[in-house]
Nanobody, 125 residues
Framework: QVQLVESGGGLVQAGGSLRLSCTASGRTFNIYSMAWFRQAPGKEREFVAT????????YYADSVKGRFTISGNNAKNTVYLQMNSLKPEDAAVYSC??????????????????WGQGTQVTVSS
């Protein structure tokens, strides 16, 4: 089992920045990649970004490219999401996810088998 705990959410003005963190514990040696998803009220959960531990490969949703940066510290089992130039439409509950098996896709909820509780990000206009 893998446990994920997020931190770093909060309230920020449009144009501001926030940094989210997610730390994994448990059987972390099995983790293949980690990702961030988000869910705004009344909307489906959507992929934000992912990092593959072995290769460092990164993927981003088009909506956040150039503004968000995912990074990780494999030794600390921690993944970060640096969010810059935040917009009101970025407001959501951001959840960390991890997967322990390889799949050809990385942007679907069911690509990941472990999830954190989520952290709220609110962006005021």
């Amino acid at each position: 089992q893998v446990q994920l705990v997020e931190s770093g959410g909060g309230l920020v003005q449009a144009g501001g920045s926030l940094r989210l963190s997610c730390t994994a514990s448990g059987r972390t040696f099995n983790i293949y990649s980690m990702a961030w998803f988000r869910q705004a009220p009344g909307k489906e959960r959507e992929f934000v970004a992912t990092i593959r531990w072995s290769s460092g490969t990164l993927y981003y949703a088009d909506s956040v490219k150039g503004r968000f940066t995912i990074s990780g510290n494999n030794a600390k089992n921690t993944v970060y999401l640096q969010m810059n130039s935040l917009k009101p439409e970025d407001a959501a509950v951001y959840s960390c996810a991890a997967r322990t098996v390889y799949k050809t896709t990385w942007y679907r909820e069911n690509d990941y088998n472990y999830w954190g509780q989520g952290t709220q990000v609110t962006v005021s206009s």
